[in-house]
Nanobody
Framework: QVQLVESGGGLVQAGGSLRLSCAAS????????MGWYRQAPGKQREWVAG???????KYADSVKGRFTISRTNAKNTVFLQMNSLKPEDTGVYYC?????????WGQGTQVTVSS
């Protein structure tokens, strides 16, 4: 089993920044992908960014240039630096790790951006 613990959400004004963290533990193979999804009220969960164990990062068009995903492989921890936040970035942010053919999700952390 794999456990994910997220932190770093909160309330911020538009234009501000937040940094999310997610630490994975348990049965994790060295080659894995980690990433972030988010879900706004009344909307479907959407992919935000992902990063491979080799450090290749990809972003949704809506966050490209504003968000940066990074990771520390030694600790299986992934980060999401969010800058120039907009009210439409509001939602619950979920961490995910794909390892050993399975996907595991964190419990989610709330991000609220006020206008």
């Amino acid at each position: 089993q794999v456990q994910l613990v997220e932190s770093g959400g909160g309330l911020v004004q538009a234009g501000g920044s937040l940094r999310l963290s997610c630490a994975a533990s348990g049965s994790i193979v060295s080659r894995n992908d980690m990433g972030w999804y988010r879900q706004a009220p009344g909307k479907q969960r959407e992919w935000v960014a992902g990063i491979t164990s080799g450090g290749i990062a990809k972003y949704a068009d809506s966050v490209k240039g504003r968000f940066t995903i990074s990771r520390t492989n030694a600790k299986n921890t992934v980060f999401l630096q969010m800058n120039s936040l907009k009210p439409e970035d509001t939602g619950v942010y979920y961490c995910i790790i794909s390892t050993g053919g399975n996907d595991y999700w964190g419990q989610g952390t709330q991000v609220t951006v006020s206008s």
